[in-house]
């Protein structure tokens, strides 16, 4: 029992299976999988996570019906070649000490489902039009639907069969349960459509039939969206009656609560909840559930730290606490909280950007805190000193620096970290400044933690230059100097028209009253100084060099912040690229068209430029006698999620090879 999260740490019993404490990985898509079944990499991240001390995992949606088999990465269940596959799973999360409960779903009309680059043929209740996706369906005969429904048993036998610990099924998020369920998109007319106990019956059938095929020693759950946040989605209220059903006829050993739809733009930005999102904010809806239910409800969305949910769990609103991304970017979270060292936990920040983002680019997912992060069996290994530790001197402690330092001091090595300016951090710092965006500045306390942790000899005001170098006769030198905004040649600037967006967040420009801001990169920058302008009281337009704000952010990123843009009426103005300023008008050139684009009334631009590597040490060094290497934005410009992984994979490989040569030359030497 731990003194500091009493409730957290207290065993669950569900259907005598013994879960050692509260914490949950909820289900969610990795795109680890191949050939659609459990991959070394899927099963070597589970394990990372039981290792580490999860009461429960759950793992991603299974799909087990042939009508709703996606690309080679997601997981299915649709014979039983596969169970062996699971069996691997299971074994490797048991032998941990975590239960593990498999997921079984199938999308309906909420699909992006691909073949050989062609979409697929969709079935759902009804020929109801889907708004994310753009699919209209096609509406399922009456025995298909029969069909699905004995497919879901059979996927739940295989689940049993392959050892797991229970069988979740999947009404969440507007999925095909969830389409049966809402009458806004099941209008059949069969025994499937109409009243509510015929729109209820496939998933009540699928959880009598699963229950029939798992025996009575396998929990059965349900996965459920509290309320699916959108307009013509399930309410609250109905999902209640739902719940209060199904537990009063004793057909679900837990409820697993989480809010939203991925049918539509807005619903789904739920899913998985950005940083902007406040922590637990769906504790009250599982409190509501639980209260009408005898079962106990598991909860999810932005509980990002064993505090949280402590308060939770303490505050009797669920019995267990899906914690998915804080698992993600830390897989020790939960023996670190037992073990009373909290301090030690890298929180997650909510950014979605290597973990819900890699999976809709279509890639494993990740962490860009941890870069480990479904690389389990990838990246270079952490090399301990053999023979004698290395001196090696990191130059600048952005996020690039400051990771290096962290792995070359867990390698074993001797590290001075050299910071130029008073404070850690680099550009994370400017980050955090931007609306509703301070959880970044996480990122730059987490790893200003791990690097107390290693005891770094961090020296801040301290620009490293040549001479500095061979004042301090490192071993060799990981340069991580970073990038500055890249600008832009146009007229106008002189005149104080034009400023950069760094140089307004760090107080260093100040705008006029009629902005507008020209957005190259289509990240949070322009957005968020646009917000930021326009709550001061600035008339503002966002001019983006893209097709949309946002472009290039995760998508649920991207809709919270163009609702946002929205209700703060700002304009926004596609395909404009940025060519100069003059008087009180700014000039655009149409991305496509080539047209000019002006923009009257405007007294200052506000430039959210790209950025260009800071080179100038690297050039100092070439000829130097110092072995050494760039990482993050001064090889070339990116995010934190470069840079972070720089810091591990090129100083881990760069380290490797130092040590080799050092020893090689003693060796020689002798
Ligand atoms: Fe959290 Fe961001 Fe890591 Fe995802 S990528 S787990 S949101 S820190």
Same mark, same amino acid.
């Given at each position: 029992m731990s003194r500091t999260y009493p409730h957290l740490f207290s065993p669950l019993d569900i259907r005598g299976h013994d879960i050692r404490n509260r914490i949950l990985s909820t289900g969610h898509q990795t795109y680890l999988a191949r050939g659609n079944l459990p991959s070394d990499d899927l099963i070597a991240y589970h394990e990372t996570r039981a290792k580490g001390g999860v009461g429960l995992i759950i793992n991603e949606a299974a799909r087990f019906h042939a009508s709703t088999l996606g690309e080679a990465p997601d997981l299915a269940l649709l014979s039983d070649d596969a169970i062996p596959h699971y069996a691997r799973l299971a074994t490797a999360v048991h032998r941990h000490g975590a239960k593990l409960f498999g997921q079984l779903s199938h999308s309906g009309r909420v699909t992006r489902r691909m073949m050989n680059g062609m979409r697929g043929v969709v079935f759902a209740p009804s020929p109801t039009p889907e708004n994310r996706f753009h699919v209209v369906p096609?509406?399922?005969?009456?025995?298909?639907?029969?069909?699905?429904?004995?497919?879901?048993?059979?996927?739940?036998?295989?689940?049993?069969?392959?050892?797991?610990?229970?069988?979740?099924?999947?009404?969440?998020?507007?999925?095909?349960?969830?389409?049966?369920?809402?009458?806004?998109?099941?209008?059949?007319?069969?025994?499937?459509?109409?009243?509510?106990?015929?729109?209820?019956?496939?998933?009540?059938?699928?959880?009598?039939?699963?229950?029939?095929?798992?025996?009575?020693?396998?929990?059965?759950?349900?996965?459920?969206?509290?309320?699916?946040?959108?307009?013509?989605?399930?309410?609250?209220?109905t999902v209640l009656g739902i719940c209060r059903q199904l537990s009063e006829e004793g057909l679900v050993d837990y409820v697993n609560t989480t809010l939203g739809t991925m049918s539509s733009l807005g619903g789904s930005i739920h899913v998985v909840p950005p940083m902007e999102i406040p922590p637990a904010y769906v504790a009250d809806k599982a409190a509501a559930i639980r209260a009408v239910v005898s079962v106990p409800v598991f909860v999810a969305g932005r509980i990002n730290q064993p505090q949280v949910a402590e308060g939770v769990l303490a505050a009797g609103e669920a019995d267990m606490c899906g914690m998915t991304r804080a698992l993600i970017v830390d897989p020790d979270m939960p023996r670190k909280a037992r073990e009373g060292r909290p301090d030690e936990i890298r929180a997650c920040i909510g950014c979605n950007q290597a973990c819900i983002g890699h999976f809709h680019a279509g890639h494993s997912i990740s962490c860009i805190q941890n870069p480990s992060t479904g690389r389990e069996l990838r990246l270079p290994p952490s090399v301990p000193v053999v023979r004698r530790s290395l001196k090696v001197l990191v130059a600048g402690g952005g996020p690039a620096g400051m990771k290096a330092a962290v792995t070359a001091a867990e390698m074993g090595h001797r590290v001075i970290?050299?910071?130029?300016?008073?404070?850690?951090?680099?550009?994370?710092?400017?980050?955090?400044?931007?609306?509703?965006?301070?959880?970044?500045?996480?990122?730059?306390?987490?790893?200003?933690?791990?690097?107390?942790?290693?005891?770094?000899?961090?020296?801040?005001?301290?620009?490293?230059?040549?001479?500095?170098?061979?004042?301090?006769?490192?071993?060799?030198?990981?340069?991580?100097?970073?990038?500055?905004?890249?600008?832009?040649?146009?007229?106008?600037?002189?005149?104080?028209?034009?400023?950069?967006?760094?140089?307004?967040?760090?107080?260093?420009?100040? =705008?006029? @009253? #009629?902005?507008?801001? %020209? !957005?190259?990169?289509?990240?949070?920058?322009?957005? &968020?100084?646009?917000? *930021?302008?326009?709550?001061?009281?600035?008339?503002?337009?966002?001019?983006?060099?893209?097709?949309?704000?946002?472009?290039?952010?995760?998508?649920?990123?991207?809709?919270?912040?163009?609702?946002?843009?929205?209700?703060?009426?700002?304009?926004?103005? =596609?395909? @404009? #690229?940025?060519?100069? %300023? !003059?008087?009180?008008?700014?000039?655009?050139?149409? &991305?496509?068209?080539? *047209?000019?684009?002006?923009?009257?009334?405007?007294?200052?631009?506000?430039?959210?430029?790209?950025?260009?590597?800071?080179?100038?040490?690297?050039?100092?060094?070439?000829?130097?006698?110092?072995?050494?290497?760039?990482?993050?934005?001064?090889?070339?410009?990116?995010?934190?999620?470069?840079?972070?992984y720089d810091g591990v994979a090129t100083t881990r490989a760069f380290l490797a090879q130092l040590a080799e040569n050092v020893t090689s030359a003693v060796k020689g030497a002798e």
């Amino acid at each position: 029992m731990s003194r500091t999260y009493p409730h957290l740490f207290s065993p669950l019993d569900i259907r005598g299976h013994d879960i050692r404490n509260r914490i949950l990985s909820t289900g969610h898509q990795t795109y680890l999988a191949r050939g659609n079944l459990p991959s070394d990499d899927l099963i070597a991240y589970h394990e990372t996570r039981a290792k580490g001390g999860v009461g429960l995992i759950i793992n991603e949606a299974a799909r087990f019906h042939a009508s709703t088999l996606g690309e080679a990465p997601d997981l299915a269940l649709l014979s039983d070649d596969a169970i062996p596959h699971y069996a691997r799973l299971a074994t490797a999360v048991h032998r941990h000490g975590a239960k593990l409960f498999g997921q079984l779903s199938h999308s309906g009309r909420v699909t992006r489902r691909m073949m050989n680059g062609m979409r697929g043929v969709v079935f759902a209740p009804s020929p109801t039009p889907e708004n994310r996706f753009h699919v209209v369906p096609r509406e399922m005969p009456t025995e298909m639907v029969a069909e699905i429904i004995a497919s879901a048993s059979e996927g739940g036998r295989r689940y049993a069969e392959a050892g797991y610990d229970g069988v979740e099924l999947m009404a969440s998020h507007g999925l095909l349960f969830a389409q049966f369920l809402n009458p806004s998109v099941n209008r059949r007319q069969d025994i499937y459509g109409g009243s509510p106990e015929n729109r209820l019956r496939p998933l009540r059938e699928s959880l009598i039939g699963v229950r029939r095929a798992v025996g009575a020693d396998i929990v059965v759950g349900l996965r459920i969206s509290a309320d699916e946040a959108d307009e013509g989605g399930l309410d609250q209220e109905t999902v209640l009656g739902i719940c209060r059903q199904l537990s009063e006829e004793g057909l679900v050993d837990y409820v697993n609560t989480t809010l939203g739809t991925m049918s539509s733009l807005g619903g789904s930005i739920h899913v998985v909840p950005p940083m902007e999102i406040p922590p637990a904010y769906v504790a009250d809806k599982a409190a509501a559930i639980r209260a009408v239910v005898s079962v106990p409800v598991f909860v999810a969305g932005r509980i990002n730290q064993p505090q949280v949910a402590e308060g939770v769990l303490a505050a009797g609103e669920a019995d267990m606490c899906g914690m998915t991304r804080a698992l993600i970017v830390d897989p020790d979270m939960p023996r670190k909280a037992r073990e009373g060292r909290p301090d030690e936990i890298r929180a997650c920040i909510g950014c979605n950007q290597a973990c819900i983002g890699h999976f809709h680019a279509g890639h494993s997912i990740s962490c860009i805190q941890n870069p480990s992060t479904g690389r389990e069996l990838r990246l270079p290994p952490s090399v301990p000193v053999v023979r004698r530790s290395l001196k090696v001197l990191v130059a600048g402690g952005g996020p690039a620096g400051m990771k290096a330092a962290v792995t070359a001091a867990e390698m074993g090595h001797r590290v001075i970290l050299s910071e130029a300016t008073p404070r850690l951090g680099g550009q994370a710092l400017l980050a955090q400044l931007l609306p509703d965006r301070f959880e970044f500045g996480g990122l730059v306390t987490n790893l200003a933690t791990e690097l107390a942790l290693r005891q770094v000899d961090v020296r801040l005001n301290s620009r490293v230059d040549r001479a500095v170098v061979e004042a301090i006769a490192p071993d060799g030198v990981i340069l991580a100097t970073g990038s500055a905004p890249v600008g832009s040649e146009t007229e106008g600037r002189e005149a104080g028209h034009v400023i950069e967006a760094a140089d307004l967040l760090a107080g260093r420009a100040e =705008p006029g @009253a #009629r902005a507008v801001v %020209a !957005d190259w990169r289509c990240d949070w920058i322009g957005i &968020g100084v646009a917000i *930021q302008l326009s709550r001061k009281g600035h008339h503002v337009r966002l001019a983006v060099n893209g097709i949309c704000a946002g472009q290039n952010l995760q998508q649920y990123v991207r809709d919270h912040w163009a609702g946002k843009l929205h209700e703060a009426e700002i304009e926004v103005i =596609p395909y @404009a #690229r940025f060519f100069g %300023a !003059d008087g009180d008008t700014a000039y655009f050139l149409h &991305g496509a068209s080539g *047209q000019p684009i002006v923009l009257e009334g405007t007294d200052t631009v506000v430039l959210a430029s790209g950025n260009a590597p800071d080179t100038a040490l690297e050039h100092e060094l070439k000829g130097a006698d110092v072995p050494f290497v760039t990482i993050g934005d001064c090889t070339i410009a990116r995010s934190a999620e470069e840079a972070i992984y720089d810091g591990v994979a090129t100083t881990r490989a760069f380290l490797a090879q130092l040590a080799e040569n050092v020893t090689s030359a003693v060796k020689g030497a002798e």
